[in-house]
Nanobody
Framework: QVRLVESGGGLVQAGGSLRLSCAAS????????MGWYRQDPGKQRELVAT???????KYADSVKGRFTISRDNAKNTVYLQMNSLKPEDTGVYYC?????????????????WGQGTQVTVSS
């Protein structure tokens, strides 16, 4: 019943911008961390950016200075603002959540993934 739903992907020219959103829904007790990963066919999924419960952020070296991750705790939503996009940024972007779930016997953390949203950057 817990879902992560991404939106905001699309086609953009090099140098342009996109803003991705990921909304978490379900019986979520708390969010320990959320982030964005990306993957091209035949390649390993790689971390792009993360934000933890304290608001600390981490970025892949390739996106530092261009991408910004943020969150809206009231909406259980994480955002990825992508500026100065390059063709190398092309891929499917997946939202990731390390979520604490309330269960009848207690609480525990689970990893969740969104279905992905395609980002294509043309030359």
């Amino acid at each position: 019943q817990v879902r992560l739903v991404e939106s905001g992907g699309g086609l953009v020219q090099a140098g342009g911008s996109l803003r991705l959103s990921c909304a978490a829904s379900g019986s979520i007790f708390s969010i320990d961390a959320m982030g964005w990963y990306r993957q091209d066919p035949g390649k390993q999924r790689e971390l792009v950016a993360t934000i933890d419960s304290g608001g600390m952020t981490k970025y892949a070296d390739s996106v530092k200075g261009r991408f910004t991750i943020s969150r809206d705790n009231a909406k259980n939503t994480v955002y990825l603002q992508m500026n100065s996009l390059k063709p190398e940024d092309t891929g499917v972007y997946y939202c990731y959540g390390d979520l604490k779930i309330a269960e009848p016997w207690g609480r525990r953390n689970y990893d969740y993934w969104g279905q992905g949203t395609q980002v294509t950057v043309s030359s």
